[in-house]
């Protein structure tokens, strides 16, 4: 079992930056490979980042690419997305997920999920 929390969801000007923290406990989560995925207000949860288990390989969205970075660090057992140049349009609920196979896309492939935290972009 993993439990996956996220924190570091707000309120932020158009342009502006946040950095998004998951914390996953249980004994095997740094072995997880990680995603994020987000869900705006009327539509289907999307995919946004993932990281592999070992953090040497990351991959994203080509909506956030270049303006977003999924890091890891398994010591603290941590993943974090760091959210720059931010647009109204990223204003969504964000959740981290967690699947103990390789880096994957799809939604369906994670095994846990966090509750999610709210990002809001002003204009």
């Known amino acids: 079992q993993v439990q996956l929390v996220e924190s570091g969801g707000g309120l932020v000007q158009a342009g502006g930056s946040l950095r998004l923290s998951c914390a996953a406990s249980?004994?095997?989560?740094?072995?997880?490979?990680m995603g994020w995925f987000r869900q705006a207000p009327g539509k289907e949860r999307e995919f946004v980042a993932v990281?592999?288990?070992?953090?040497?390989?990351?991959y994203y969205a080509e909506s956030v690419k270049g303006r977003f970075t999924i890091s890891r660090d398994n010591a603290k057992n941590m993943v974090y997305l760091q959210m720059n140049s931010l647009k109204p349009e990223d204003t969504a609920v964000y959740y981290c997920?967690?699947?103990?196979?390789?880096?994957?896309?799809?939604?369906?492939?994670?095994?846990?999920w966090g509750q999610g935290t709210q990002v809001t972009v002003s204009s």
């Open positions: 997920a967690a699947r103990s196979g390789g880096a994957n896309v799809l939604m369906r492939a994670y095994d846990y």
């Open positions: 249980g004994r095997t989560a740094s072995s997880y490979a």
């Open positions: 990281i592999n288990w070992s953090g040497d390989y990351t």
